[in-house]
């Protein structure tokens, strides 16, 4: 195209005032490709622009490209309202922004059952192992108690059978006195009297 001299302006790289020079779909165009990182400045160019009030459907479509939105463009009508299309983006990321919160907010309540469950299964393992532990100094307390209780009694017997031996009192009256005061059968107070009355 030798013959065919062509300008290439980048909407871009425009000053401001330059696009605002701009009376065709371009002026519009230009502040989307401007603004296409940031909602809030393209929203409030599309309310300060009178052509974005009332856009051609093609640069509907170059709005879906620019910032992924998906609305579609009336067949019948060749114009649009771009400020009800962002506003719909707008929504779109608010929702998807909504759909996030939600999905934290789900795993931190999660995360805050899980603690609690393992919480819970230390403290009753805890209390198991406390429960074991006095349980099984509650045992060594009665056989010591017993044991204290049984060696009492087998000295009381002792002494009983040694006071009787030294009075000079028989076996029998012996017997019958370990009988008496140690409620014993008489072949158990024999063997007491046969290990200890020497």
Same mark, same amino acid.
């Given at each position: 195209m030798a013959d065919c001299p062509a300008n290439v302006v980048s909407l871009v790289d425009l000053m401001e005032e330059e696009v605002w020079n701009l009376?065709?779909?371009l002026?519009?165009?230009?502040w989307l490709l401007r603004t296409q990182d940031d909602d809030v400045e393209m929203l409030r160019k599309a309310r300060e622009d009178p052509l974005f009030l009332d856009a051609p459907s093609v640069l509907y479509r170059v709005f879906n490209e620019l910032t992924g939105a998906d609305l579609t463009v009336p067949r019948k009508k060749e114009?649009?309202?771009m400020c009800l299309?962002? $506003?719909k983006m707008k929504e779109k990321g608010r929702l998807e922004e909504r759909k996030r919160s939600l999905k934290a907010l789900e795993e931190?309540?999660?995360k805050s059952a899980k603690a609690l469950e393992e919480e819970q299964e230390k403290a009753a393992k805890a209390l198991e192992e406390e429960q074991e532990k006095a349980a099984k100094a509650l045992e060594e307390e009665q056989e010591?108690?017993?044991k204290a209780l049984y060696d009492e009694r087998k000295n009381g017997i002792f002494n009983l059978i040694a006071t009787c031996r030294d009075l000079g009192e028989?076996? $029998?009256k012996a017997?019958?006195?370990l009988m008496r005061y140690y409620h014993l059968t008489q072949s158990e107070a024999a063997a007491y009297l046969k290990e200890y009355y020497v």
């Amino acid at each position: 195209m030798a013959d065919c001299p062509a300008n290439v302006v980048s909407l871009v790289d425009l000053m401001e005032e330059e696009v605002w020079n701009l009376n065709s779909s371009l002026r519009p165009l230009s502040w989307l490709l401007r603004t296409q990182d940031d909602d809030v400045e393209m929203l409030r160019k599309a309310r300060e622009d009178p052509l974005f009030l009332d856009a051609p459907s093609v640069l509907y479509r170059v709005f879906n490209e620019l910032t992924g939105a998906d609305l579609t463009v009336p067949r019948k009508k060749e114009h649009n309202n771009m400020c009800l299309a962002i $506003e719909k983006m707008k929504e779109k990321g608010r929702l998807e922004e909504r759909k996030r919160s939600l999905k934290a907010l789900e795993e931190e309540r999660e995360k805050s059952a899980k603690a609690l469950e393992e919480e819970q299964e230390k403290a009753a393992k805890a209390l198991e192992e406390e429960q074991e532990k006095a349980a099984k100094a509650l045992e060594e307390e009665q056989e010591k108690a017993a044991k204290a209780l049984y060696d009492e009694r087998k000295n009381g017997i002792f002494n009983l059978i040694a006071t009787c031996r030294d009075l000079g009192e028989s076996l $029998e009256k012996a017997r019958q006195r370990l009988m008496r005061y140690y409620h014993l059968t008489q072949s158990e107070a024999a063997a007491y009297l046969k290990e200890y009355y020497v």
